[in-house]
C-alpha cells in the first residue's frame, strides 16, 4: 500500500489503502468535511450556522444531532455547546495560529446555548455558539474508511490526527511508553490536557477540554484518554468525556461497549478491564483485576 499524507481540520491526516488510487478522492473527502464542520475556516456551513443561527447542510446536521446524542449520553461530559466558551478563551483561531496571550475571560461560563436538528435543518437558540471539534474528525475519519470500502478496497486505514480507523488487517496503535492497543474491528481516539496549551493574559496554562459544569479546562487526576469503540466519532466524543468527567468514566464506557488506556498527571497508566492491550507492546503491561478509582491499573 502507498500512503498519502496531508493536512487538514488542523492537524496531520495519513491515509493507506490497497487501493491507492481512491486515495486522492478519499483526501478530497476529508477537506469537503473541513469545509462543512470547522469553526475555523469562516466559509465552513459551522461558521455561517454560529454567524446567522440557522444552516442547512446534511452533513452538519448528521453531526450536530450525534454531537447532542453523545452529550445525552455522557451526562453532559462532552458538550458541543461550548464553543463561544474556548473563544473566550482564547481559542478562536486554529491552534497552531495562536501566538499571543489570551485576555482573561468573561461572560457566563455554562452554556445557554440551544441546538436544534430537523431533518438537515440546525438552529441555535440563545447565546453562544457550535463547536463540533470533539467528534467532526472522529466522523470524518468513520466516513473516509466507509468511502475507500465502497470503492473497492480491502484493506484500508484512516488516521486523522490521532483519530484512528482501519479494515481488512490487524491493527495494533501505539499510545506511548511502549504500549498499544488493538483495534481489529473498532476505532481509536486520543484527547490529552497536554496536547493543545497556550496562556493567558496573566499567564495562567489553559488547554481546549473544558469542563462543561465550570466552563474553564478541566482539573482533574487524568492527563491522557485513549479510547477503543467501535466507530472513530463515538472514540472521540468517549476520549473527551473520559478526562472532563473521570469518575463516570467506566459506567459511560461500558454503555458504549469502549474501552480506554488513561495515564495520570503523574505519569502512570490505567486501563479498563478487559480492555485490548496489545501483547507485542514494547513494554508490555500486566492488568490487574482489581480496580482503582473505577480504572485498573496497568503496571510493568
Request: proline share 6%; hydrophobic share 45%.
Amino acid at each position: 500500500m502507498s500512503p498519502r499524507a496531508f493536512k487538514a481540520m488542523g492537524t496531520d491526516w495519513w491515509l493507506d489503502a490497497d487501493r491507492p488510487d481512491l486515495l486522492a478522492g478519499a483526501e478530497d473527502l476529508v477537506r469537503a468535511h473541513e469545509a462543512r464542520l470547522s469553526r475555523f475556516v469562516p466559509t465552513s456551513s459551522l461558521s455561517a450556522l454560529n454567524r446567522h443561527r440557522v444552516a442547512t447542510c446534511p452533513t452538519l446536521a448528521a453531526v450536530a444531532r450525534l454531537g447532542l446524542r453523545m452529550r445525552e449520553a455522557t451526562g453532559g461530559a462532552f458538550d458541543p455547546t461550548l464553543g463561544a466558551r474556548l473563544v473566550a478563551l482564547g481559542y478562536d483561531r486554529t491552534f497552531a495560529a495562536i501566538a499571543t496571550p489570551a485576555p482573561a475571560p468573561d461572560g457566563p461560563t455554562a452554556s445557554a446555548l440551544t441546538v436544534t436538528v430537523v431533518g438537515d435543518e440546525v438552529r441555535l437558540d440563545g447565546p453562544g455558539a457550535l463547536d463540533l471539534g470533539g467528534i467532526a474528525k472522529g466522523y470524518t475519519v468513520d466516513r473516509t474508511l466507509a468511502w475507500l470500502l465502497s470503492g473497492g478496497a480491502q484493506a484500508a486505514f484512516v488516521d486523522g490526527g490521532g483519530d484512528l480507523r482501519g479494515a481488512g488487517a490487524d491493527c495494533a496503535y501505539g499510545v506511548g511508553d511502549g504500549l498499544a492497543v488493538e483495534a481489529r474491528h473498532g476505532a481509536v481516539a486520543t484527547s490529552s490536557t497536554s496536547a493543545r496549551r497556550w496562556r493567558d493574559a496573566v499567564g495562567r496554562p489553559l488547554h481546549h477540554l473544558l469542563d462543561p459544569r465550570t466552563g474553564h479546562p478541566t482539573v482533574g487526576p487524568l492527563e491522557t484518554a485513549t479510547v477503543i469503540a467501535p466507530d472513530a466519532a463515538t472514540a472521540d466524543a468517549l476520549a473527551t468525556a473520559v478526562l472532563a468527567a473521570p469518575t463516570t468514566a467506566l459506567r459511560t464506557l461500558t454503555a458504549f461497549g469502549a474501552h480506554a488506556l488513561v495515564r495520570d498527571q503523574g505519569g502512570a497508566w490505567w486501563i479498563t478491564p478487559g480492555a485490548p492491550l496489545d501483547a507485542a507492546s514494547d513494554s508490555p503491561r500486566h492488568i490487574h483485576s482489581h480496580s482503582h478509582s473505577h480504572l485498573a491499573e496497568a503496571r510493568s
